[in-house]
């Protein structure tokens, strides 16, 4: 990427953390000019605590909308980039986003049991987001989503739904082919499968690897973060200009499974984005609307759980505790990992639950290009241990590894392929799933693929961890089970006590397998 012509120097900027670089970026840019497109969508901006504008997230009334944002006849406008997810109950609760090239009329969004019954219109939510030329090549954007938030919903029930405006309504015969369907959770658990997998961008891997998890037909999708690769850079730096309209392309491309298959996200390093907000969350923020049941949803969007049939997920926002990438370290002020404690622990006191997932982005555990964040050891893997999750899942680095059940760093069991292991006995398996479309990784020199029954019985590997320095402390291990550097993404077979979790390459060949179950000898 160009460096920008807006950059702080690069002395300065690797001491910035994220909220500093928000201010140096609001201050660079003129006030008049950054509320310019926000103001006119919104009909005014949203102030932050501080008193600086924040056009980022900005709800309105629907309604016309004038000035920098171009309206135009709402029959020619289609939205696209539909995308779902689930509020805090699976049950009861459904979030239906999406997107529009420009301003409209009344955005609503109608749903009902069959295609032919859908109800009234329900008013959208419009969040605009407006993006300055950061760099001289390239523009100024601004972006329109939209979000309605479906609550009191039937458990187990199979809906359609429709997205549309004034000019634009998704019933009329000649926009039967926008229709959509979702899925929500069972009132009582069930067997189900979900999928997983991070560090996606554009492109026809990506998609290739959407087509193929279409196919297991899954409950929902976790995305273990860097989403887009908008930023392209993903340092955390002011100097990580980042593209907009990346985000465009993104959405347009996720939509073949988003639209139906709850899309799940957390945030990943080139998922920070300085100008949006203080934490350069904003433009996740507009984009998604996720579960609000996280310390800080605000501040941290990405952090939040909820509970499908016998399987708990929580998902955590990495950056936080990086040593690797600094730039928002600190930034919940400890509150994610006192969340995380107390969220576990009530977790494993219900009855209902007999698995607990935890996701995100930066890797405990790995061999590859990153390799491993002491910062995520230090801070999260005790509380994993203390209240024995069940499976952690990381993205990060763009393969597939995954490690045997390990107990406090050390293996608790070997795990080879098609085996069996009890979290609560043995200790966790941590997997590395990150190769679900970008530039794919390798594990270094003389370091070997090991998977599909080529696993060698704890071969050693020397790699190395970040320390809170940032200085990588070289470490020999030999809890790196499997290997594999293809395109790829977990499948999690869910039944009563038992989670069978498959890593399958973009062509559907499973590449691993093990098991996850409770109480097993």
């Known amino acids: ?149 479906l609550d009191g919903l039937t458990p187990g029930a199979t809906y359609s739904y429709g997205v549309g405006h004034d000019g634009f309504d998704p019933a009329a015969p000649e926009r039967l082919g926008t229709l959509g369907t979702f899925r929500t959770a069972p009132a009582a658990p069930g067997p189900f499968v979900f999928t997983a ?55 347009a491309q996720t939509e073949t499974v988003a639209k139906s298959v709850p899309w799940m996200v957390t945030t990943g390093n080139h998922d920070m984005e300085a100008w949006y907000s203080p934490n350069g969350y904003g433009g996740q923020s507009a984009r998604w609307s996720l579960p609000d049941n996280g310390p800080d949803p605000r501040g941290a969007p990405g952090v939040y759980s909820f509970v499908y049939g016998n399987v708990a997920v929580v998902a955590l ?10 730039a928002n370290r600190g930034c919940t002020d400890g509150k994610q990992t006192a969340w995380l404690d107390r969220r576990l622990g009530e977790l494993r006191a219900r009855a209902d639950v007999e698995f607990v997932v935890v996701f995100f982005h930066h890797c405990a555990y790995s061999t590859s290009t990153h390799a491993s964040d002491g910062g995520v050891r230090d801070s999260w893997v005790p509380l994993f241990d203390q209240h024995r999750v069940d499976l952690v899942i990381n993205g990060h680095n763009h393969v597939y590894e995954r490690t045997d059940a390990l107990r406090g760093g050390e293996v608790g069991r070997p795990v080879p392929v098609g085996a069996s ?26 370091v070997p693929d090991s998977h599909e029954g080529r696993v060698r019985d704890r071969e050693a590997v020397t790699t190395f961890r970040w320390t809170r320095s940032r200085e990588a402390h070289p470490e020999t291990v030999t809890w790196s089970r499997v290997r594999y550097t293809g395109h790829s993404f977990l499948a999690v077979e869910v039944t009563k006590g038992r989670m069978t979790v498959s890593a399958l390459a973009s062509d559907g060949r499973r590449v691993d397998r093990f098991d996850v179950r409770r109480g097993s000898s």
């Open 1 to 149: 990427m160009d460096t920008p012509d807006v950059g702080i120097p690069e002395t300065l900027a690797r001491r910035m953390s994220m909220p500093e670089q928000h201010a140096y970026l609001r201050a660079r840019f003129s006030r008049r000019r950054a509320l310019a497109g926000a103001a006119a969508v919104a009909g005014g901006a949203a102030l932050l605590g501080d008193g600086a504008a924040a056009p980022v997230f900005a709800a309105h009334p629907a309604g016309p909308v004038r000035g920098s944002v171009v309206q135009v006849d709402g029959a020619l406008v289609a939205p696209f980039g539909r995308h779902l997810a689930f509020g805090a109950d699976p049950r009861t609760q459904l979030r239906v986003s999406w997107q529009v090239p420009f301003a409209v009329r009344r955005p609503f969004l109608r749903v009902g049991p069959k295609p032919w019954e859908l109800g009234p219109r329900i008013e959208a939510e419009v969040r605009a987001l407006h993006t300055p030329a950061l760099s001289g090549k390239l523009p100024e954007v601004e972006q329109l989503y939209l979000h309605v938030a």
């Open 197 to 251: 997998f991070g560090d996606q961008g554009v492109g026809y891997d990506a998609l290739g690897n959407d087509q193929v998890i279409l196919g297991q037909n899954p409950a929902f999708h976790l995305h273990a973060g860097d989403l887009c690769y908008a930023d392209s850079t993903g340092h955390g730096r002011e100097s990580d200009t980042y593209d907009a309209r990346v985000w465009d392309q993104f959405l």
């Open 317 to 326: 926002d990495a950056n936080d505790v990086s040593y690797e990438i600094p």
């Open 421 to 446: 292991t009890d979290p609560a006995r043995d200790g966790i398996v941590y997997v590395t799933a990150g190769g679900a479309g970008k530039d794919l990784y390798g594990f270094g020199p003389g």
